[in-house]
């Protein structure tokens, strides 16, 4: 197979490499052009964490090179070295491409975001008439295994991030978070995160508190919430089930004596305070008034570790689909070889019955003819019927490569058949049968 | 009979401990193998027993309430039983192992202990008694139900207030629910206590000669009684939230146990029938 593929991406480059060279959507519109003089079929996959580009030479060159000279062609970077790429041919190619569709390859093991962008990646190649047969059947089935890691394997599962961690203990208290109110006191990109993860989980009703009011209510735009201005957070915190600190203040904030006042009036009901900020934005002295939750970023931090470890043992089950996947698609793609022998052993049937019947065409009558043209057909039909079913099935087996070529052999030797023509190793042919 | 009754006398608390078990493989190993199929291990457990129950009733003519074991029994079944109808209700399924263990518990000593050649006084005949009993042990029942939901709510609480995210934290569900259950269970309880202490009241006094308000066992009940409604209708007026309900529920339960062992032990009472 003449698939080669290049990857740049968060273990092969520092992410200042990785921002140099990603390609927006635009710039893969413009560039899969320039890859087309060279290659029949390819897909480009750029994320924040990732540039991979994959593709298959109209030729007999595999040579990864190639596209890593028109990358930094079409996007020059300076500070690139060569060893911040990987290069992958083949069989490495395909099953690099299913450990990135799957979240095995990512820098958060078990990312579900990657499978949208792969999708997104291969649909853009289709647009852009840069999609073949094997790139359509390498990406449907890549689609297949990121949908079936996340089915079969707790690869997605549990919080990753310390915002959502807190979120998932927020359940854990709360039955129903439709009937409770957050406030989120900064507005930075944690406050930001955790404000959305909450809006996601659907609080009943979330309110912003920021040192810049212009960015507290930039950010309560964005999650239907409100405003509480930062002077008259202490007075404040009373109404809420859930507070989340995520500010860059170097002093606490509230104190034990602010939540103690907070718990009054909130007559003993559950208070929830996550201080995800560094350094601390509350007293963690509070976690001893009862009722209060108290969780930091080193708390938080515990579950984020074990749900890592968690997915990172579900990877051997993933990898298990790949290689599941892998079998499948090789068998698909091991029956192109023999297409194209098959084609021409028909070919040379159908020609020897030609020349049969116009022998006999003048010497019979024209219904005995149309008899006789019939019983050719099915004769050569039967006697064909066997030798193709039993190539079809040492193709699609897939287990033994040399015994499928040998048998191929054969058969074009017994019946001299044009060699042109059952070049099995000639993509264009291989994509006559589809 | 006598032989099919002894059958399923052997059989039940082995059923019981393979519901227990299953619930446990699925609490403990996260991976949801019996998660539609243990409700039906457990609806078939109950369907034998309630069975169980019935053909004893027949075969001794009176309801399985004149001994001790036969107590137990009965107290097996409502356990289970009220947890199936709480599970049915909110659909919460992680925490069967914990309740159904009693029944099994109930189940074993009665299993071993329960005799079928024995003397039954005339007024444990009484179908008032059935009804009486069979409504202050399911009211019991209740009550332990809540002291369980009571006990997973603390750990759980402990658990999450020294940020201990272990197998307490990923199982079982949220605070907030396992409060509900145990409130849910308490009131459930107090109101078959009711109506137990309703028919008693009615009923004890024409049908023994020697009925006394001041008997121990009927102050104990009272007090147990008004404790629970002291504490329900603190929840209600004064609006009891979380760690304060499931303490409450707890000193309940204590309070029933201890009541029910003195009364049952020390006092001298004409409500005494095993």
């Not at chain 2, 929840?235 to 309900?245: A, Q, T």
Request: glycine share 6%.
């Amino acid at each position: 197979m003449n698939l080669i593929g290049i990857s740049i991406n968060h273990r092969t480059a520092p992410i200042n490499v990785l921002e140099s060279l990603h390609l927006s959507r635009e710039e893969i519109i413009e560039f899969i052009p320039k890859l087309k003089k060279e290659f029949s079929e390819g897909v480009i996959i750029s994320t924040c964490n990732r540039t991979e580009i994959f593709c298959i030479s109209k030729n007999q060159t595999i040579d990864a090179n190639i596209i890593i000279q028109k990358l930094l062609e079409f996007k020059p970077v300076s500070n690139i070295r060569d060893e911040n790429f990987t290069r992958y041919f083949s069989c490495g190619a395909i099953k690099h491409i299913f450990s990135v569709a799957s979240g095995i390859d990512s820098l958060v093991i078990g990312d579900s975001q990657i499978l949208g962008q792969v999708k997104e990646a291969f649909e853009l190649s289709e647009d852009l008439d840069f999609a073949g047969t094997i790139i359509k059947r390498i990406f449907n089935t890549a689609l297949k295994v990121g949908k079936r890691a996340i089915k079969e394997t707790a690869i997605g599962e549990g919080a990753v991030t310390v915002s959502y961690a807190a979120v998932q203990v927020l359940e854990k208290i709360f039955a129903n978070l439709e009937k409770k109110s957050a406030l989120v006191i900064g507005a930075g990109e944690t406050g930001e995160l955790a404000a959305i993860h909450l809006k996601d989980k659907g609080i009943g009703k979330i309110s912003i508190s920021n040192r810049t009011l212009q960015r507290a209510e930039i950010l309560a735009n964005k999650v239907n919430g409100s405003v509480v201005p930062f002077e008259s957070l202490k007075e404040n915190i009373h109404n809420y089930d859930v507070v989340i600190s995520a500010t860059s203040s170097p002093d606490y904030i509230l104190s034990k004596l602010d939540i103690q006042e907070a718990m009054k009036r909130r007559k003993g009901t559950p208070l929830v305070l996550m201080d995800i900020a560094v350094p601390r934005d509350i007293d963690p002295e509070v976690k001893n008034i009862e009722n209060v939750f108290y969780h930091d970023m080193d708390s938080l931090k515990v579950i984020v570790d074990k749900n890592i470890s968690k997915r990172k043992a579900e990877i051997p089950k993933v990898e298990k689909i790949i290689m599941e996947e892998m079998i499948e698609f090789f068998s698909w793609y091991n029956t192109l070889e023999v297409v194209p022998v098959i084609k021409s052993l028909r070919e040379f049937f159908e020609e020897i019955k030609n020349d049969e019947l116009e022998k006999i065409k003048n010497k019979v009558t024209a219904e005995d003819y149309v008899k006789i043209e019939d019983m050719t057909r099915r004769l050569i039909g039967r006697l064909l019927h066997n030798p193709t079913v039993k190539l079809r099935q040492l193709a699609e087996s897939g287990i033994n490569i040399e015994e499928m070529a040998a048998h191929t052999f054969i058969v074009k030797e017994l019946f001299s058949l044009n060699k042109d023509k059952s070049n099995g190793n000639d993509i264009n042919q291989k994509k006559e049968k589809n | 009979m006598i032989s099919t009754l002894k059958g399923l006398n052997f059989i039940i608390p082995v059923i019981y401990l393979i519901v227990f078990l299953i619930y446990s493989y699925d609490f403990f190993s996260n991976k949801n193998a019996f998660k539609n199929s243990k409700r039906i291990f457990l609806f078939v457990t109950l369907f034998v027993h309630a069975f169980y129950l019935i053909l004893r009733t027949l075969e001794f003519d009176h309801p399985p309430i004149t001994t001790k074991f036969e107590i137990f029994t009965l107290l097996a079944f409502s356990i289970s039983f009220s947890y199936f109808i709480l599970e049915l209700l909110t659909d919460i399924r992680g925490t069967g192992l914990f309740i159904i263990f009693f029944s099994f518990l109930f189940q074993v000593i009665s299993s071993i202990f329960i005799e079928y050649n024995y003397v039954v006084p005339e007024v444990l005949r009484n179908r008032m008694l059935g009804l009486h009993v069979i409504s202050a042990i399911l009211g019991y029942s209740g009550f332990t139900l809540s002291a369980v939901y009571g006990i997973l709510f603390l750990l759980l609480y402990k658990n999450l207030r020294s940020s201990k995210f272990g197998l307490i934290f990923n199982r079982l569900p949220s605070l907030e629910v396992l409060e509900k259950l145990s409130y849910y269970s308490v009131v459930i309880g107090f109101v078959l206590l009711t109506i137990a202490i309703i028919i008693g009241a009615i009923w004890l006094p024409s049908a023994f000669p020697n009925f006394s308000y001041l008997d121990p066992k009927l102050v104990g009940t009272s007090l147990v009684w008004i404790a629970y409604l002291i504490g329900i209708g603190s929840k209600i007026l004064s609006k009891w939230y979380g760690k304060k309900v499931i303490i409450f529920s707890l000193i309940g339960f204590a309070f029933t146990i201890i009541s029910l062992i003195i009364t049952s032990t020390f006092g001298n009472t004409f409500h005494s029938f095993y």
